[in-house]
Nanobody, 132 residues
Framework: QVDLVESGGGSVQAGGSLRLSCAAS????????MGWFRQAPGKEREGVAA?????????YYADSVKGRFTISQDHSKNTVYLQIHSLKPEDSAMYYC????????????????????????WGQGTQVTVSS
């Protein structure tokens, strides 16, 4: 069982920055895929960034966020962060932290990019609202 708790969302103006946090607990999180997904009203939930917590710097970014989003982790705190710069109104969404405890070989982020269907653990979400 893995528990995930997000924080850090809020309302910001376009061009601003936010850092979202995901505190994780449970078995297997030290070598898991941890990802950030977002879902805007009326749209499907999409994976925007993910990282392998076992080390090596393996990370995934959706094309739509490359250059503006950075995912990182603090092992000592079992926390994954999503730093977002140059926020745009279209970034407004509920942001969810997710995890899957298999993240190597055929389950690596390269072989199996983050999709809703291949992440089994989810947080409650944190809202990000960007005004123009």
């Amino acid at each position: 069982q893995v528990d995930l708790v997000e924080s850090g969302g809020g309302s910001v103006q376009a061009g601003g920055s936010l850092r979202l946090s995901c505190a994780a607990s449970g078995r297997g999180i030290s070598s898991a895929c941890m990802g950030w997904f977002r879902q805007a009203p009326g749209k499907e939930r999409e994976g925007v960034a993910a990282i392998y917590t076992g080390g090596g710097g393996s990370a995934y970014y959706a094309d739509s966020v490359k250059g503006r989003f950075t995912i990182s982790q603090d092992h000592s705190k079992n926390t994954v962060y999503l730093q977002i710069h140059s926020l745009k109104p279209e970034d407004s969404a509920m942001y969810y932290c997710a995890a899957r405890t298999y993240c190597t070989g055929r389950y690596s982020l390269t072989s199996l990019p983050p999709r809703v269907g291949n992440f089994g653990y989810w947080g409650q979400g944190t809202q990000v609202t960007v005004s123009s």
